[in-house]
């Protein structure tokens, strides 16, 4: 099994090579899905989040008002450090579960993206940045996700730099291009990916 770690600042793409990478055939662990699934409603992890930061932070059914949550921690890095701290674990214990159940000779692609703001490069055999100049990552945020500029910066601001990530990749896709280009090489990332999975079978 090869463990990869795929991350990239938001809004530089890192879905659209996670959906390439499972077209190819990797098995992938998406921390952002099981984040959500750990928060669900009726989970020791959702009441756990109110218990931190009061029922305001959640929506009328019971479930996790996420812009709320996300308004009141990405402001605030203490809150912010609350909350990893609750959720992290939970994502973690998941994940191992996950991966436990992926066939021997996998690529299994975990999906973190604060891989660098959390230290975690050294859980995986390979990392893979999801690259994109801050440029581009405000203007998809913008035009795709329809946040406001200030939002947007602010998100980007409370993640690692460009700088940061780059210093921990094994590979970096880069996706300042047009989505056939960024397809191929996704393609030969993978060829390489399972080469140094067979290698690691050896």
Sequence with gaps: ???????????AGKSEVSRLLVECGAVLIDADRIAREVVAPGTPGLAAVADAFGAGVLAPDGSLDRPKLGSVVFADPEKLAVLNAIVHPL???RSRELEAAAPEDAVVVHDVPLLAENALAPLYDVVVVVD???ATQLDRLVR?????????????????????????????IDNDV????LERSVRDVWVDLVRRAQRSQE
């Design 91 to 93: 994502v973690g214990a």
């Design 1 to 11: 099994m090869l463990k990869v770690g795929l991350t990239g600042g938001i809004g």
């Design 178 to 181: 047009d989505l056939p280009r």
């Design 132 to 134: 994109a100049s801050p």
């Design 144 to 172: 795709l996700r329809g946040m406001t500029e200030e939002d947007a910066r602010a998100r980007m601001a409370a993640q690692a730099t460009r700088d940061k990530r780059l210093e921990i990749a094994d590979i970096v």
